[in-house]
T-cell receptor, first 113, second 113 residues
């Protein structure tokens, strides 16, 4: 069975600092991988996804993530945090050829001025 | 396009009451799903549908029913509300299977007393 682990339920960074949100997955075959962001009192929206091809994926708002098969990881990064990045971030995996998506527990990002 | 809409935004029920959460999408997506979001647990799949007339159970289906009579609508019914069903419910739609992003509605915050 697939599973997703997000390390750290809360991450706090200073404005302008590097953002690193960690995601590891468990799957017998490489799945499709997603990062979603949820702003307060809103639904989730896609930041980026990896399906096939280049392992470094660029998303919206300056975020990117790298698929590392050997480490079963898909960590999300942004070189310089902005106050508007404060939100909850979810890593998710979907099996190839299937439909059910498994979400991680989420990481809430705080950005300090 | 309105995207994915959900009604109501907020609802308070007494234990044992029943109700239907409405979800509609105007993107002609075949795939729709219902999730519940609880603190520290991410999103968990309740039920999903791969097209009109076809539904299946997700991770936490007990106490919920769904039907899909049209492509646009995917209502979620709580048969006899319990305090354990206090949660935020999200409906999502997707144009394809697991490699496609999901589009989420704004959510319904349900409290069962």
């Amino acid at each position: 069975a697939q599973s997703v682990t997000q390390l750290g339920s809360h991450v706090s960074v200073s404005e302008g600092a590097l953002v690193l949100l960690r995601c590891n997955y468990s799957s017998s075959v490489p799945p499709y991988l997603f990062w979603y962001v949820q702003y307060p009192n809103q639904g989730l929206q896609l930041l980026l996804k990896y399906t096939t091809g280049a392992t470094l994926v660029k998303g919206i708002n300056g975020f990117e993530a790298e698929f590392k098969k050997s480490e079963t990881s898909f960590h999300l990064t942004k070189p310089s945090a902005h106050m508007s990045d404060a939100a909850e971030y979810f890593c998710a995996v979907s099996p190839t050829g299937g439909f059910k998506t498994i979400f991680g527990a989420g990481t809430r990002l705080f950005v300090k001025a | 396009n309105a995207g994915v809409t959900q009604t109501p935004k907020f609802q308070v029920l007494k234990t044992g009451q029943s109700m239907t959460l409405q979800c509609a999408q105007d993107m002609n997506h075949e795939y729709m799903s219902w999730y519940r979001q609880d603190p520290g647990m991410g999103l968990r799949l309740i039920h999903y549908s791969v097209g009109a007339g076809i539904t299946d159970q997700g991770e936490v289906p007990n106490g919920y029913n769904v039907s899909r009579s049209t492509t646009e609508d995917f209502p979620l019914r709580l048969l006899s509300a319990a305090p354990s069903q206090t949660s935020v419910y999200f409906c999502a739609s997707s144009q394809g299977t697991s490699s496609y992003e999901q589009y989420f509605g704004p959510g319904t915050r349900l409290t069962v007393t």
